[in-house]
């Protein structure tokens, strides 16, 4: 859930290594740290941010060509400066970075104590740097190569690591199982890192590690095997992003930048697919598939969070338009409850960054029972993309918000040509219709950003109502019950304020005796078929005088006139409504954040990518 980065060249290293840390920030994290190799091993890290980590190598005069850099989410140990990576072996010849969760580190732990070693932190990652030493330098005829395959067999648990010795000043050597990790390929340097941001300003050639995998890395080259020693040969990728995208481009926070270019990943997404003139869904992803989507007896739809939330939106699209039965799970519950899935069922796993450790654990135990599995993601190259059968890719383009705004609705996106598709496919619904829902699915890109241009300012200023209000209910229908979900995650993950999401209809079931006049209800109420209902619901809340904030059609003056303040957005078929109705929600949360001072793109205790159990 956290940061890596090396590198190893000409370049100073503390230099590469800071900068390639704040490009993972992001990610989230609660300390940082560095190991540089200059004849010696240099160690600065600490508790805090990055930019202290830089003025700590500055002042001590950090110098080398070869290092290694972590930021911290914590698992084992509280966040301070011992807990810190890197962690070194007791010689202080070894240093290690890590990301993951070691699951048998208590055991490992007791018998090396009783061998002498003696530990300074509460982390399970000293174990890494602790065993190996003891592997290496106690073991007869023993390479440290083959001192790391043999420490790696005996941990259990996920990893990404990078290790560097004392011994072999030139080299770093990298291993992962379950959590991402990538080699950057550049002219006499190499590049280190968990994902791409860090590597892409220096280069566009990329090595993806697969789990079992581990390389040895110079500066000129790089030796990649599994750890049984089975040398290994590997496509060298081009990474398709740009600098450009990992930059604010003049927006305060990456959040908002991302809300604004949801008409372009939208439009990007659909970008080859949808065809309005010819009336057809094209999705080359899932084409040799495609026959097992259409007689699939039903689809489970697996998921973490936002994607959970996509998910969703995509059980009421396929049994809609598909007329195929859906069930969506909780990637984390998945594999726990001996889930009833085989041959005839199509599992759709759904990840912005692919790398999910849930709904990658949801994915291999759905193969192994004879299901076929697609995934829907955003970052290629990711685990997910190559462990599923098939797929299809976002095209978002990089998302560096903790709380995923563009990558939501990208996800929707793509559930709904899958679904047009395989209704168009199946014949359950008719020429004429599919072209009515394709050429309104068309029109989304332009109907997003006349919201993002007239909703604004609005939403700005009504968010300086409810900033210190302590909690939010949001109410929604249909295809806009998973919108006040992912509403109310939004407004928790930024903001800090307690927000429940919940059917409309369900409120009179409990969540009514929260509602006074100090309870903030928002209400989305764009869906055509379920607005006398939502009417319904809206009188309730106010007989209990909450304050009601809806999101409407522009032309629902029923909903309007009963509401203490409303945003108006266009008009698009019920099914495609969420891809509107969520971005009012987007802003009201980020401006709601903005107030409270909250650090919007790195939310406390959050992490991008979760990559441990």
């Given at each position: 859930?956290?940061?890596?980065?090396?590198?190893?060249?000409?370049?100073?290293?503390?230099?590469?290594?800071?900068?390639?840390?704040?490009?993972?920030?992001?990610r989230g994290y609660d300390s940082a740290g560095v190991a540089i190799m200059n004849g010696r091993m240099s160690i600065q890290k600490g508790?805090?941010?990055?930019?202290?980590?830089?003025?700590?190598?500055?002042?001590?005069?950090?110098?080398?060509?070869?290092?290694?850099?972590?930021?911290?989410?914590?698992?084992?140990?509280?966040?301070?400066?011992v807990n810190s990576h890197p962690h070194m072996s007791q010689s202080g010849n070894i240093a290690v970075v890590h990301n993951g969760i070691i699951e048998n580190?208590?055991?490992?732990?007791?018998?090396?104590?009783?061998?002498?070693?003696?530990?300074?932190?509460?982390?399970d990652t000293e174990i890494i740097a602790q065993l190996l030493e003891e592997i290496y330098t106690t073991s007869k005829d023993v390479t440290f190569e083959q001192a790391?395959?043999?420490?790696?067999?005996?941990?259990?648990?996920?990893?990404?690591?990078?290790?560097?010795?004392?011994?072999?000043?030139?080299?770093?050597?990298?291993?992962?199982?379950?959590?991402?990790?990538?080699?950057?390929?550049g002219e006499n340097e190499m590049f280190i890192a968990s994902d791409a941001s860090p590597i892409v300003e220096y280069t566009n050639k990329v090595v993806y590690l697969d789990d079992g995998e581990m390389a040895v890395v110079d500066k000129y080259s790089y030796e990649v095997k599994t750890i049984d020693d089975i040398a290994l040969t590997k496509e060298v990728h081009e990474l398709a992003i740009s600098i450009d995208a990992i930059e604010k481009a003049g927006y305060p926070h990456f959040m908002l930048k991302e809300i604004f270019e949801q008409p372009r990943s939208i439009a990007d997404c659909m970008r080859g697919r949808v065809n309005v003139k010819e009336n057809t869904i094209q999705l080359g992803g899932i084409a040799d598939v495609m026959e097992e989507l259409v007689n699939a007896k039903r689809i489970v739809i697996a998921a973490c969070g936002t994607s959970w939330h996509s998910g969703l939106v995509g059980e009421y699209l396929f049994e809609h338009l598909a007329k195929t039965p859906v069930e969506v799970e909780y990637a984390s519950e998945f594999r726990y409850r001996d889930p009833l899935i085989g041959e005839g069922d199509v599992m759709l796993v759904i990840s912005q960054s692919g790398e999910t450790a849930d709904t990658l654990a949801a994915l291999r135990e759905a193969k192994k029972r004879g299901a076929k599995v697609l995934g829907i993601c955003n970052v290629v190259g990711s685990t997910i993309s190559r462990e599923t059968d098939a797929g299809v890719f976002t095209h978002?383009?990089?998302?560096?918000?903790?709380?995923?705004?563009?990558?939501?609705?990208?996800?929707?996106?793509?559930?709904?040509?899958?679904?047009?598709?395989?209704?168009?496919?199946?014949?359950?619904?008719?020429?004429?219709?599919?072209?009515?829902?394709?050429k309104e699915l068309s029109l989304i890109p332009d109907k997003v950003d006349q919201i993002l241009k007239e909703c604004d300012e609005n939403i700005k200023k009504m968010a300086s109502l409810f900033t210190y209000a302590p909690n939010f209910l949001y109410l929604g229908r249909s295809y806009n019950f998973p919108v006040a979900l992912e509403g109310a995650l939004k407004l928790k993950e930024i903001s800090y304020i307690h927000a429940e999401g919940y059917p409309a209809a369900e409120m009179k079931h409990g969540p009514i005796a929260l509602i006074d006049e100090m309870m903030?209800?928002?209400?989305?109420?764009?869906?055509?078929?379920?607005?006398?209902?939502?009417?319904s619901n809206i009188e309730e809340v106010r007989a209990r005088k909450g304050r009601i904030i809806s999101i409407m059609n522009s032309e629902n003056s029923d909903v309007k006139d009963l509401s203490e303040f409303s945003i108006s957005i266009p008009s698009t078929v019920d099914c495609f409504s969420p891809l509107l109705t969520v971005i009012p929600?987007?802003?009201?949360?980020?401006?709601?954040?903005?107030?409270?001072?909250?650090?919007?793109?790195?939310?406390?205790?959050?992490?991008?990518?979760?990559t441990v159990e």
């Open positions: 859930m956290c940061g890596i980065v090396g590198y190893v060249g000409d370049r100073e290293a503390g230099e590469v290594l800071v900068k390639g840390l704040k490009r993972l920030e992001y508790k805090g941010k990055v930019v202290n980590l830089e003025k700590g190598i500055f002042a001590n005069g950090l110098k080398g060509h070869i290092g290694i850099g972590h930021t911290r989410w914590a698992t084992h140990g509280e966040p301070n400066d580190y208590t055991s490992l732990k007791k018998k090396l104590i009783e061998r002498g070693r003696t530990f300074s932190s509460q982390t790391i395959q043999l420490t790696l067999k005996q941990i259990v648990g996920t990893y990404g690591l990078a290790i560097v010795n004392i011994e072999f000043p030139d080299k770093i050597f990298i291993a992962r199982k379950g959590s991402p990790l990538l080699l950057g390929v978002a383009g990089p998302e560096i918000g903790v709380a995923s705004t563009k990558a939501f609705t990208a996800q929707v996106v793509v559930l709904t040509m899958m679904a047009l598709a395989t209704g168009m496919k199946k014949g359950t619904i008719s020429k004429k219709e599919a072209a009515r829902y394709i903030p209800v928002v209400v989305i109420a764009a869906t055509d078929h379920t607005n006398d209902k939502m009417i929600l987007q802003l009201l949360s980020y401006y709601i954040a903005v107030n409270r001072g909250c650090n919007v793109d790195q939310p406390r205790n959050l992490a991008k990518s979760v």
